[in-house]
């Protein structure tokens, strides 16, 4: 099953691909599409500024409008690649904190389990 869903999203990413390159290849719709993807990755940054300060996914919209940016303009990835960097570490340090969790829940059940009386044994031998 995990196996056709990554055949799936590889031929999608395939796909766009060879539509991108269509695009910067034809003359005609060259500008057009970098004007296209530079007003749709503002727009997203721009409500990402303006959620840092109301209610809503500030961040996570900022760094969506700048990685749609990064498609077209190396500025926008240059700028992605601290995100980069720090969503890295912080995959890392999550994955750290939930073996060390699920290391010490092993640990107090072994202590439970230890400790507690034995519910099949008879509690008045007599």
Do not use: C, N
Not at 36 to 44: D, I, Y
Not at 80 to 98: F, G, I
């Amino acid at each position: 099953m995990h196996h056709v869903h990554r055949r799936r999203w590889r031929r999608l990413r395939a796909r766009l691909r060879l539509f991108r390159r269509r695009m910067h290849t034809h003359p005609a719709l060259h500008l057009p599409w970098r004007v296209l993807v530079g007003t749709a990755g503002t727009v997203v940054a721009l409500a990402g500024v303006v959620f840092l300060v109301t209610p809503g996914p500030g961040v996570a919209a900022l760094l969506s409008g700048l990685l749609i940016l990064s498609t077209e303009f190396r500025w926008a990835h240059r700028l992605l690649k601290p995100a980069r960097t720090w969503a890295r570490r912080a995959e890392q340090y999550a994955e750290r904190r939930k073996d060390e969790y699920m290391r010490r829940r092993q640990e107090r059940r072994a202590a439970k389990d230890r400790t507690s009386p034995d519910k099949d044994a008879d509690p008045d031998p007599s």
